[in-house]
Nanobody, 124 residues
């Protein structure tokens, strides 16, 4: 059983930056790929980014490409989401999730374990 805990959310002005962290425990970190999703109020949960164990392959939603960067510190069992040039449309609850390597990274159904989420609010 994998446990995931997000942190780093908060309130930031448009154009600012935040770095989210996802700390994993209870499993073999190298067996999982970690992705980030977000859910804005009244909307469905959407894929944001995903990374392979070595970080050599990353996936991003078109809406965040060039602004967000996913990275992993495997020694710390932690995945980060660096969010730059934030926009009010980025306001959402952000979740990290773990999937097995062979699954589709952008599909919510691929992820077996989820964190509790961290809230990000971007003011205009």
């Amino acid at each position: 059983q994998v446990q995931l805990v997000e942190s780093g959310g908060g309130l930031v002005q448009a154009g600012g930056s935040l770095r989210l962290s996802c700390a994993a425990s209870g499993g073999t970190f190298s067996n999982y790929r970690i992705g980030w999703f977000r859910q804005a109020p009244g909307k469905e949960r959407d894929f944001v980014a995903d990374s392979t164990y070595g970080g050599g392959t990353t996936y991003y939603a078109d809406s965040v490409k060039g602004r967000f960067t996913i990275s992993r510190d495997n020694a710390k069992n932690t995945v980060y989401l660096q969010m730059d040039s934030l926009k009010p449309d980025d306001t959402a609850d952000y979740y990290c999730a773990a999937r097995y390597a062979s699954s589709q990274p952008t599909m919510e159904s691929s992820y077996a374990y989820w964190g509790q989420g961290t809230q990000v609010t971007v003011s205009s």
